[in-house]
């Protein structure tokens, strides 16, 4: 039986396993059908044929049947019991005593001439037990007609011998087609575990560099901005704080660079005002969350990551308002000043393990549908950094009515 390092079943151990096990259970049922014509053979057989071949074979089945319930040294078994056959065959005439007392029967081992053949089939390579098939009828074919074997006549014992044959042919051309529809299985399996983990491997490399995408824009394109508009020491002191973590995030962003550990939301909120500390902006934090709820640590980094760029393009996209009697624009309000959207920042729980950060503004908002397909922020910075921790993105936005963007974890079901 072939063996399997992997410690997984395969198709064709599992039909050998099946195959030998039913050959074992139909041996035991033929030979226990045949054990009168056994005790009866007494009456003309020496004790080397009464006792000597019955118990041979008997125990060769009883030996292949243990061994295929069991499932060890299934062939070494059936292939002791093919060759125990043989050699009982030949023996045969070499055991009767008594020619007249046997007169025209048969010898008893025709009843389990076929389970010699499929225990064949399941013990030897397929050349090797057709030849075997091809053999054993005509074996017992010399036998039958010898007066030692019944007397039969030569057509009677071509006959049988035909008979024999067509059964061990169907024997093996079952159970070699069985096994050959195993090894196409076996094979299509192999195959597309191989295209599987093909398809694995290109998506960490494209998650990989999603990852890297994101935090270049995310953080050192952010950094750059908040640099570049910095005028006082303290602006510039925090522009240079966001460098140094950029380029900590950027060199632990393999495989193995996201923190295990768990992080509480707590935590979470104050790394979120302190990154919304360094921005030109005002957001509004609002916390709602249970302060000791964790969230683990490669989802806190894509989360944390998510609504730092969403709040950058607030920053960014927002502009500048004036609210109104007539409706909402962009131009100065009656003392020539640019009124700045309200941002807000609300940290809150969803469900019972989940999370949910809503970043909104009431800003100039923009048409969902009109966002190229070309742009990180939302795409990949924002949606699939979240997609691939398991969470979702939900952006609302109405142009002249503001924009709000509730980042969730895990994403919600049903």
């Given at each position: 039986m072939p063996s399997n390092p992997s410690g997984l079943d395969s198709s064709r151990i599992r039909i050998e396993r099946v195959t030998s096990r039913v050959a074992a259970i139909f041996a035991l049922l033929f030979v226990m059908q045949c054990l009168p014509a056994v005790l009866d053979s007494g009456r003309y057989l020496d004790p080397m044929g009464s006792v000597g071949i019955p118990i041979a074979i008997y125990c060769s089945i009883l030996a292949a049947a243990v061994a295929a319930i069991l499932a060890r040294a299934v062939r070494l078994a059936a292939g002791i019991q093919a060759v125990t056959f043989v050699l009982a065959l030949v023996v045969w005439p070499l055991t009767v005593r008594d020619v007249e007392a046997m007169g025209a029967l048969s010898p008893w081992l025709w009843y389990v001439i076929t389970l010699g053949m499929a225990l064949a089939v399941i013990a030897f390579p397929v050349?090797?037990?057709?030849?075997?098939?091809?053999?054993?009828?005509?074996?017992?074919?010399?036998?039958?007609?010898?007066?030692?074997?019944?007397?039969?006549?030569?057509?009677?014992?071509?006959?049988?011998?035909?008979?024999?044959?067509?059964?061990?042919?169907?024997?093996?051309?079952?159970?070699?087609?069985?096994?050959?529809?195993?090894?196409?299985?076996?094979?299509?399996?192999?195959v597309a575990a191989e295209r599987y983990a093909v398809a694995?491997?290109?998506?960490?490399?494209?998650?990989?560099?999603?990852?890297?995408?994101?935090?270049?824009?995310?953080?050192?394109?952010?950094?750059?901005?908040?640099?570049?508009?910095?005028?006082?020491?303290?602006?510039?002191?925090?522009?240079?704080?966001?460098?140094?973590?950029?380029?900590?995030?950027?060199?632990?962003?393999?495989?193995?660079?996201a923190e295990l550990r768990s992080v509480t939301l707590a935590d979470i909120g104050q790394r979120l005002e302190l990154v919304a500390s360094s921005l030109p902006v005002e957001f509004l934090f609002a916390h709602g969350a249970e302060p000791e709820r964790s969230v683990p640590g490669h989802v806190t980094e894509a989360v944390l990551a998510a609504a730092?760029?969403?709040?950058?393009?607030?920053?960014?996209?927002?502009?500048?308002?004036?609210?109104?009697?007539?409706?909402?624009?962009?131009?100065a309000d009656a003392t020539g000043h640019l009124?700045?959207?309200?941002?807000?920042?609300?940290?809150?729980?969803?469900?019972?393990?989940?999370?949910?950060?809503?970043?909104?503004?009431?800003?100039?908002?923009?048409?969902?549908?009109?966002?190229?397909?070309?742009?990180?922020?939302?795409?990949?910075?924002?949606?699939?950094?979240?997609?691939?921790?398991?969470?979702?993105?939900?952006?609302?936005?109405?142009?002249?009515?503001g924009t709000s963007i509730a980042i969730t974890w895990p994403e919600p079901r049903g």
């Amino acid at each position: 039986m072939p063996s399997n390092p992997s410690g997984l079943d395969s198709s064709r151990i599992r039909i050998e396993r099946v195959t030998s096990r039913v050959a074992a259970i139909f041996a035991l049922l033929f030979v226990m059908q045949c054990l009168p014509a056994v005790l009866d053979s007494g009456r003309y057989l020496d004790p080397m044929g009464s006792v000597g071949i019955p118990i041979a074979i008997y125990c060769s089945i009883l030996a292949a049947a243990v061994a295929a319930i069991l499932a060890r040294a299934v062939r070494l078994a059936a292939g002791i019991q093919a060759v125990t056959f043989v050699l009982a065959l030949v023996v045969w005439p070499l055991t009767v005593r008594d020619v007249e007392a046997m007169g025209a029967l048969s010898p008893w081992l025709w009843y389990v001439i076929t389970l010699g053949m499929a225990l064949a089939v399941i013990a030897f390579p397929v050349v090797v037990a057709a030849f075997y098939i091809a053999l054993l009828p005509i074996l017992f074919a010399l036998l039958r007609v010898r007066p030692e074997g019944g007397g039969a006549e030569w057509e009677i014992a071509a006959l049988d011998a035909v008979y024999a044959l067509i059964l061990g042919a169907f024997a093996l051309i079952l159970i070699t087609s069985l096994r050959h529809s195993a090894d196409r299985v076996d094979a299509a399996r192999l195959v597309a575990a191989e295209r599987y983990a093909v398809a694995i491997r290109s998506e960490a490399r494209e998650t990989q560099r999603s990852l890297v995408d994101a935090i270049l824009h995310d953080q050192v394109l952010a950094t750059l901005l908040v640099a570049a508009k910095s005028e006082t020491a303290m602006e510039r002191f925090l522009s240079v704080g966001m460098a140094e973590g950029a380029l900590e995030t950027l060199q632990s962003s393999g495989p193995f660079g996201a923190e295990l550990r768990s992080v509480t939301l707590a935590d979470i909120g104050q790394r979120l005002e302190l990154v919304a500390s360094s921005l030109p902006v005002e957001f509004l934090f609002a916390h709602g969350a249970e302060p000791e709820r964790s969230v683990p640590g490669h989802v806190t980094e894509a989360v944390l990551a998510a609504a730092t760029q969403a709040m950058v393009n607030s920053m960014q996209h927002a502009g500048s308002i004036r609210v109104d009697a007539i409706g909402v624009g962009t131009a100065a309000d009656a003392t020539g000043h640019l009124l700045e959207p309200v941002r807000t920042v609300a940290i809150g729980t969803d469900g019972d393990q989940g999370i949910m950060i809503l970043v909104a503004d009431s800003g100039q908002g923009f048409d969902l549908d009109s966002v190229s397909a070309h742009r990180l922020g939302l795409r990949v910075s924002i949606r699939e950094r979240m997609a691939a921790v398991g969470g979702s993105v939900a952006v609302r936005s109405v142009p002249g009515a503001g924009t709000s963007i509730a980042i969730t974890w895990p994403e919600p079901r049903g």
